[in-house]
C-alpha cells in the first residue's frame, strides 16, 4: 500500500512542506544528497536537493534552493524512537548537514565564478533600453549596470566587494539572479560610501527603488546606499551593515506594501535604525519609492542616475 511506502510518505511530506517534485521525478533512497527538477523550475533547473535512508530510524530531509525553505521528516516520531535511534538520527542528521553546507559552498562558488565571467564581458548598458527609459534612470557608463543582449546586469556583492551573483532585468523589468548565488546579506552597490564619515547608509529592497530614495537622500548628506534584493533580505543586510557601519544612521527605504514595512521595521530593529516614513500625497498605485519619485521627476522633468 502506498500509505506504507516510506518514499511515497516522504515525497507527501516534502510537498506539504511546499517542495514540489516535477512530474516524473523519482526519488533515490540511498542517503546521499540529490537534486531534482522542482515542478516550477525552468527546463534546465534543479531546484530541489533531498536525500532519503531507509537503514532504520528511516528519515530524510529535502529543500528548494530557488525558494529557501527545507523541512525535515521521519518514519517513527522522534519521541516514539528507542534512545539509540535518536542518536543514530543525531549523527545521521550532523553527517548530512555537514555534507549539505559543502555543497552548498561549492554551489556558491560556482555562482560566483559564473557571474564575474559574465560581468567581464558585459559591455556598457545602452541608455535606450526599455526598463531604463521606463524608470527614468540614466545609465552610470558601465560601473554599476552593463548590458548582455537584451538584459541589464547588476553586480550583487558583499561588503568585502567580491563580487557572488548578478542581477539581470530584462527589457519588461523581468528579474533573475545568477543560479545558484548566495542572496543572504549580499547586495547590489548605488552609491560607494563616502571617503571619511559619511551621513548614514540607505537600504531599500529593488535596485530602482533604491537608485530614487539614494537620490533622494543625496539632497541631504552624502550616504551610501545599498539595494537589498527583496524584502526578506532587508534584515540580513542592514545586520551586517550595521557590523560594518556601527556608527553610522542606518534608514531603511522599504517598499510601502504590508510585507514591505513589516520586513522594513524587523531590519530597522535589527541594526538600530530607523524606517523612512511613506511619503505624503502617495497614490495607490505606488508601492515603492521608485513608483513615487518617477512620478514626481515626470511632473518637474527630471531623470536620475543609475
Sequence with gaps: MANHDPIALFRQAIEDAGIVLARGEQITAD??????????????????????????????AAGDWRKGVSTRWSLKSPSRMSEAEREALRLRIANDRAVFEKELARRHADAARRAQEAWDRAKPADQDHAYLVAKR???????????????LVLPVVGFDGMIVGLQYIGLSG??????????????????????????????????ASAVYAGAMMARKGH???????????????????REFFPDWPIIIACDFDPVGMTKGRQAAIAC????????????????????????????????ANG
Design 137 to 151: 534612470i540614466a545609465s552610470t557608463g558601465g560601473h554599476y549596470i552593463r548590458q548582455i543582449g537584451n538584459d
Design 272 to 303: 538600530r535604525g530607523r524606517v523612512l516614513p511613506p511619503p505624503t500625497g502617495l497614490r495607490p498605485t505606488e508601492s515603492d519609492w521608485a513608483d513615487f519619485l518617477i512620478r514626481r521627476q515626470e511632473e518637474d522633468g527630471e531623470v
Design 174 to 207: 523581468t528579474k533573475r539572479f545568477t543560479a545558484g548565488m548566495n542572496k543572504r546579506g549580499n547586495f547590489i552597490v548605488i552609491t560607494d560610501p563616502p571617503e571619511g564619515q559619511g551621513d548614514g547608509l540607505i537600504l531599500a529592497e529593488g535596485w
Design 223 to 241: 550616504y551610501c546606499t545599498l539595494a537589498a534584493l527583496d524584502a526578506g533580505n532587508l534584515v540580513h543586510v542592514a545586520s551586517k551593515a
Design 31 to 60: 542517503g546521499h544528497l540529490h537534486r531534482a527538477r522542482a515542478a516550477d523550475d525552468k527546463a534546465g533547473a534543479r531546484s530541489i536537493w533531498y536525500n532519503l535512508h531507509l537503514d532504520h530510524p528511516i528519515a530524510g
